[in-house]
């Protein structure tokens, strides 16, 4: 095989294999630093040896069998002459071959489980767990979290290097957490995967409205969730809700890249594969009390059942915001459920909803609020106001595309308020 077609092996493995090898390789260290920096040296290792040797049987057991042997290495020189090292020693070299018994698979995935819970620690800021999270267990570089969050690699790795450190500073266990937090620490990882899909079908800033890489990468994490904790039924909602998003990401934007909303969208360009696949897991999260990612990905299924706009049951989207709204009270929710009173009762009841919000903090600066009421406004023909609201919702966007088609609904509602005969005397 070709050197450059072994280097795209490489990556490829890497990029799937990468949370697997550094959770094993803390299992033994039991410190996420130091971890991926010997499955670092594993990947070195690689580079060098697999373009002269040819590809081993099992890419990803090579590289987790040479990292963990690394890892070994260390603690006998930290610990030297310690027992415990040497019986560590001996169940590596019982336990440890390029044919991983079905044993030594499930200590995999129990360590994958534990980085996952690490890298999303609560002692991290949000956007430190995403980065730290993309690189340890989705096996991102640098660059590519950069480029995805449309900073610069330097800081990107200094947030990565200071979010290892504060983990170290605070003795963060390597360990699943006990009963009494694991609902707490579960919700700040199904969190971090949350913003990394969110970042990626709408995104905050730049010029493109999205980001699918990103979407792919959550999407690809959150179906390892569901590996790892199969009996968490939030785990499966925030997967279907995930699934059948991600669904609509074809036909979001037209070929220039400018945003299709929801009811232009041509249906026909929804990936039906993916929907299915939310709706199953949608069906393994149900239970009788639904938490919150369950009951959002119940209101996107309502969505992808109606193969047209007008088959949307609004009034039951309605009822299941009013419900999160219960659950996780949020002016963003109260919002969304503005929007669908609209729809189910027309758009002078939808205002009102929108309206009781103006005076939310949390909304000020949110160009979301004055985008509906835009639009609800242009539905009732007051299309002056409209055209302000748009033009504040324009203001305060942070994309560029997002801020255009606010900009061309403005100018939309000025012609149609000159084109409106006056009802002045």
Same mark, same amino acid.
């Given at each position: 095989?070709?050197?450059?077609?072994?280097?795209?092996?490489?990556?490829?493995?890497?990029?799937?294999?990468a949370g697997?090898?550094?959770?094993?390789?803390?299992?033994?260290?039991?410190?996420?630093?130091?971890?991926?920096?010997?499955?670092?040296?594993?990947?070195?290792?690689?580079?060098?040896?697999?373009?002269?040797?040819?590809l081993p049987a099992n890419p990803g057991a090579w590289l987790t069998t040479v990292g963990k042997r690394r890892a070994v290495d260390l603690v006998r020189r930290q610990q030297t002459g310690e027992r415990v090292v040497d019986a560590l020693g001996r169940d590596l070299d019982e336990q440890v071959t390029v044919d991983f018994d079905a044993a030594v698979e499930d200590r995999i995935e129990d360590d994958l489980l534990r980085l996952v819970f690490v890298a999303c620690h609560p002692v991290l800021s949000p956007i430190a767990r995403a980065a730290l999270t993309l690189r340890l267990v989705g096996g991102l570089t640098t660059g590519e979290i950069a480029r995805a969050f449309l900073s610069t690699e330097s800081t990107i790795g200094q947030r990565i290097t200071r979010a290892k450190?504060?983990?170290?500073?605070?003795?963060?266990?390597?360990?699943?957490?006990g009963p009494d937090e694991r609902a707490e620490r579960l919700g700040s990882v199904l969190e971090v995967v949350y913003l990394v899909f969110n970042e990626g079908y709408a995104a905050t800033a730049g010029d493109d409205w999205m980001r699918p890489a990103l979407c792919q990468e959550a999407l690809r994490l959150a179906r390892q969730l569901q590996g790892l904790m199969p009996g968490e039924p939030e785990v499966h909602g925030l997967a279907a809700l995930l699934e059948i998003q991600a669904s609509r990401l074809r036909a979001r934007t037209r070929p220039d890249g400018e945003p299709i909303l929801l009811n232009d969208q041509d249906r026909s360009r929804w990936d039906r594969v993916l929907i299915r696949r939310g709706l199953a897991a949608l069906d393994r999260a149900r239970t009788d009390q639904p938490g919150p990612y369950a009951l959002q990905a119940?209101?996107? $299924?309502?969505? &992808?059942? #109606?193969?047209? +706009?007008?088959?949307?049951?609004?009034?039951r989207i309605a009822a299941l915001y009013a419900e999160l709204a219960r659950l996780v009270p949020s002016p963003v929710v109260e919002l969304n459920r503005a929007v669908a009173i609209a729809q189910a009762h027309g758009p002078a009841?939808?205002?009102? $909803?929108?309206? &009781?919000? #103006?005076?939310? +903090?949390?909304l000020?600066?949110?160009?979301?609020?004055?985008?509906v009421l835009g639009d609800l406004l242009a539905q009732l023909g007051r299309y002056d106001e409209a055209r302000r609201e748009f033009e504040r919702a324009a203001a305060l966007a942070g994309n560029a595309r997002e801020r255009n088609l606010l900009l061309g609904r403005a100018a939309a509602s000025a012609e149609s308020h000159a084109a409106t005969p006056s009802t002045e005397v």
């Open positions: 095989m070709a050197e450059s077609a072994v280097r795209r092996t490489i990556d490829t493995v890497w990029r799937i294999e697997r090898i550094v959770a094993a390789i803390a299992g033994i260290v039991r410190d996420v630093g130091q971890a991926e920096e010997l499955a670092q040296d594993a990947l070195v290792a690689a580079l060098e040896q697999w373009p002269r040797e040819g450190q504060t983990l170290a500073d605070a003795r963060v266990p390597f360990e699943v957490p119940e209101i996107a $299924a309502c969505h &992808a059942r #109606a193969y047209t +706009p007008e088959e949307t049951d609004w009034e009841a939808g205002l009102e $909803a929108a309206r &009781a919000l #103006a005076d939310e +903090p949390a000020a600066q949110y160009h979301l609020l004055p985008s």
